[in-house]
């Protein structure tokens, strides 16, 4: 199993249908964006920002503020995100942007926060050799030295089959510390800022990690064992809404692509090395 890895994003995919996580990380598909996906990367940027500043300017006008010199930055640097944006009014997208940083002065006080780190990559390899890795949002460290993992939605809140799946995520995120740090964290908190704020939390213990360990075990097994028969199934709902791959999608009509031939070894090497990059700028990003 050596270089196998999972995030948990990728074990999301996967579980909510397995011919998207093949498209999206075996045949690395391209994909566009959308108006609401690009809203969430501009808030969770500016969410990250404002820890820059001392808690006292911490305020929703600071927030405000920095709202649309980041959306310029954003513009600049991403083809992607200059694509979206010529198709919004952008006045009134960008009101909506400002609506879901005010949610986030509702639920939460960041002139009473420090965070540990922000956007922390971590990681740990399992008993089985599998590795899991994700970005964590904001890890949160409490005087005695506890963990609180959050990470912000910008979406609606979902439904109980859907928060399940996101609180799943956040498991696996605790899973990981736990593994690499052996702290449990104390508190999972989901932070959904769509059209109403809410905030999801859950307090793991180590009987709920050992069951998400088996579980994402478990999962892999089901994943190598589609990329040895070649069969990923869709699995149609929800998440056709905004899935970019229904052209090649049999349960819309689409024709199913071939499946691609294994990277090369030069391939495998120029992704272990961007990977080793994103690890490096998110740390130093994160302890700033």
Not at 29 to 56: C, K, Y
Not at 166 to 192: C, D, E, K, N
Not at 198 to 210: G, H, I, K, S, T
Not at 259 to 277: C, E, K, N, V, Y
Request: glycine share 6%; aromatic share 8%; net charge positive.
């Amino acid at each position: 199993m050596a270089g196998a890895a999972l995030s948990p994003s990728r074990a999301g995919d996967f579980l909510s249908c397995a011919l998207l996580y093949r498209y999206r990380t075996i045949d690395r598909l391209p994909e566009s964006s959308s108006p609401d996906a690009v809203r969430g990367t501009l808030v969770h940027q500016v969410l990250e920002d404002i820890f820059d500043r001392p808690p006292a300017e911490r305020t929703p006008a600071t927030a405000h503020a920095l709202l649309e010199p980041t959306w310029a930055a954003l513009q600049e640097r991403s083809q992607r995100t200059r694509e979206v944006a010529a198709t919004l009014d952008e006045p009134a997208w960008l009101a909506s942007a400002h609506e879901v940083l005010d949610r986030w002065f509702e639920l939460e006080d960041p002139t009473r926060l420090e965070p540990a780190e922000r956007e922390a990559h971590v990681e740990a390899r399992l008993a089985n050799g599998l590795t899991v890795r994700g970005i964590i949002d904001r890890l949160d460290r409490a005087p005695d030295g506890a963990l609180r993992v959050v990470d912000y939605k910008t979406g609606s809140s979902p439904t109980e089959g859907y928060e399940l799946r996101a609180l799943l995520q956040l498991r696996i995120y605790a899973l990981i510390l736990w593994r690499s740090r052996g702290v449990v964290p104390r508190m999972l908190q989901l932070v959904y800022l769509g059209s109403t704020s809410e905030m999801v939390r859950y307090a793991p213990d180590e009987a709920d990690l050992l069951a998400t360990e088996r579980k994402v075990e478990a999962l892999w097994a089901a994943i190598e064992e589609a990329r040895r028969t070649g069969t990923f199934e869709p699995s149609p709902g929800r998440q056709c809404d905004w899935c970019s791959f229904k052209e090649h999608c049999p349960a819309w009509g689409g024709e199913l692509l071939p499946m691609p031939a294994p990277p090369s070894r030069w391939t495998r090497l120029r992704r272990a090395m961007r990977r080793r990059w994103r690890r490096v700028r998110h740390r130093s990003r994160g302890l700033r």
